[in-house]
């Protein structure tokens, strides 16, 4: 081989090694930017949950191992628990509207019975 072709072989080759340096440099560099963003929006993330108000965890509700006699008897009760509630309710509501509306009497009319129509 001559020496001219040789020389511009190991310069090809030279430049090339040196192009592949650069370009594993840029690389590296944009891996490490790539890392920093992520290691950063990572630390953000955190941040904002550690600021975030948290719900209150609320316990799981244990189930009860009742007999069927005994869920029946449990469900009556509360039945007749609400139905005491709700009656209450309407005597209160009945006692206060009868103490608003004893001394005058209603005169308003329905729609159809109105003179005007309307």
Known sequence: MKLKNL????????KRLQEGTKRLA?????????ESAKAMKAARKSAARAT????AAKKAK????????RRAQLSAAMKARWAAKRA??????GASSDNQHSGTQSSS??????????
Do not use: V
Request: aromatic share 0%; proline share 11%; hydrophobic share 25%.
């Open 109 to 118: 009319q329905t729609p159809e019975n109105r003179p005007d129509g309307a």
């Open 7 to 14: 020389k511009k072989k190991i310069r090809r080759l030279e």
């Open 88 to 93: 209450a309710e309407a005597n209160a509501k």
């Open 52 to 55: 975030a108000p948290r719900p």
């Open 26 to 34: 840029n690389l590296k560099q944009r891996l490490q930017a790539t």
């Open 62 to 69: 244990k189930k009860l191992n009742l007999s069927p006699e």
